[in-house]
């Protein structure tokens, strides 16, 4: 699995879980902030996976062309 492929799967799981945790009145109050925390991990940990490869793609590097290569004083 790909980085995009494993962020979306741990958006995706996260949202489910935290609805979940938040759903069931049978879950005791000290049950309920752990799973909301895990869920928040696993909710940032995939938009950070899900927004890696744009910010570090090696395909993209090689058309990046410098706009100001003149110099000011010529």
Do not use: Q
């Amino acid at each position: 699995m790909n980085n995009r492929r494993t962020g979306l799967a741990l958006i995706i799981a996260s949202a489910i879980i935290g609805v979940i945790a938040i759903r069931l009145d049978s879950l005791p109050g000290e049950a309920i902030i752990p799973l909301l925390v895990i869920t928040g991990i696993g909710f940032v940990s995939g938009i950070f996976l899900l927004n890696y490869k744009a910010k570090h793609s090696k395909r993209d590097k090689g058309k990046f062309k410098r706009t100001n290569t003149n110099s000011w004083d010529a």
